[in-house]
Every structure is written in C-alpha cells, then in structure tokens.
C-alpha cells in the first residue's frame, strides 16, 4: 500500500513545523537570546527532526540526507518565520496560535501516519507503529523544548498533540491491518487523516479539557501552563 504524494505532504508537514519552531523558539517561554543561526537550527530541529529520529530507529538512512530539498524548505521557512517577528510581530500570536494552528492540525496526522506506515514497512507490528507515528510527530517539539530549558509540551497539559499522533497511527494502522491487500479501494490514508484532523481542530477550537491528576493531599497547587 503506497501513501498519496500530494502535495508531498512529508516536504510540506516539515516546512510548517520548521516555520512553527522559529515562532515557538521567539516565545519568552524559549527565548533564550537565539542568533539567527540558532533559530534556524531550531527551524531544522521542529521540521526533520521527527522524521530522522524515525528513520534512525528504524535503521534507514534519514530522508533529509536523501534528498536535500527538506533542508531547502526547512531554511526557506525558517527564514519566513524571522521576517514575521521582525516585520509583523504584533500579528506573530494571532498568526501561531490560528492559521498556524489549522495547517498544524492537518500536518501532525501525516507525519504520524508516514511513521506508523514506515514500522509496518519493517514489519514492527501494531504497537510499534503507533509507538513510531509518535515520536515522528513529536520528537521535534521535545528538541526544541528541550534546547531551550523548557518542560517537553507532551508531557504537559497542551493542544492535544500525542492523542491527534496516537489517534492517527492507531486509525491508519488498524485498518492498513485489517485491509491486508483485499480491500485496496479502501482509503485508509484519508480516514485516518480526517478523523485525527477533525479531533484536533475541533479539539483546540472548544478548549476539550486533558487528564490532568489532582494534587496530592497537602501540596500546593497543580502548575498550569
């Protein structure tokens, strides 16, 4: 079973999530004085980096040292990110945290079904697809969290990045698996992007709460975020 190409959605999720680092990399809660260097490197970090830490786990040569065009669009919208802040950082939020939220909400079920296809690939199995669509989709953003002191977003209460990831490679894997050739009219690929973009959008837009523990007895408040 081939995944569709258009448009290239791999180029085009690793240039939205290059675009998306250079904005989360400007917040105050990562800024840490980057150069421009440095926000271009973090550019890099939230474009390729799910995808070649995917590859170097499954022990194939990363697809951006195959084709250099990732590094090309991971630059060109790295630097459309600095000339947002620089020359329209009063619409900097409004721009991350909408548009950029939508086109997020339909790329982060791609890169985790590209994942989840590559382990079945390697005949991995059910559970190492999911486990492999979602470091795909996240290992990015804990680069770049983690470059700038910050708590990883997936291990904190936020816009319900690991449920779409986990939700995308368990659709797209149950039923690749249960299609096993027979059904090859079946568009897989599309439900399983459908339904883990509608929870997302639908998700972030109404503010659907997470699973968050309560404090313990005597301990202060649970830290929001």
Partial sequence: MTLPSFPNVDLFSAGINALNGVLVARNPSHNRGYTVAGLLI?????????????????????????????????LLMGLLGLAIYRYADSREERF????????????????????????LDH????????????????????????????????????????????????????LAMLEKGRLSFFPVTLIAVLVAFLFRVFAVRDHW?????????????VARV
């Avoid at 492999?132 to 002191?149: E, W």
């Fill in 42 to 74: 973090m550019a890099f970090f939230g474009g390729i980096g799910g995808g070649v830490t995917r590859d170097v786990l499954l022990n194939d040569i990363p697809s951006p040292i195959k084709d250099p065009v990732y590094f090309l669009v991971c």
């Fill in 96 to 119: 991350r945290t909408r548009t950029l939220a939508f086109f997020k909400s339909f790329t982060l079920p791609w890169f985790a079904i590209l994942g989840a296809r590559k382990a």
């Fill in 123 to 174: 005949d991995l199995g059910f559970w190492a697809a999911i486990v492999i669509g979602l470091i795909s989709t996240t290992a990015g953003g804990v680069f770049i969290d983690l470059f700038s002191g910050v708590t990883p977003e997936i291990v904190s209460p936020c816009e319900h990045i690991v449920t779409t990831a986990v939700l995308a490679s368990s659709v797209y894997t149950l």
């Fill in 209 to 221: 709460p997470q699973i968050v523990p309560l404090a313990a007895p005597g301990a202060g408040p």
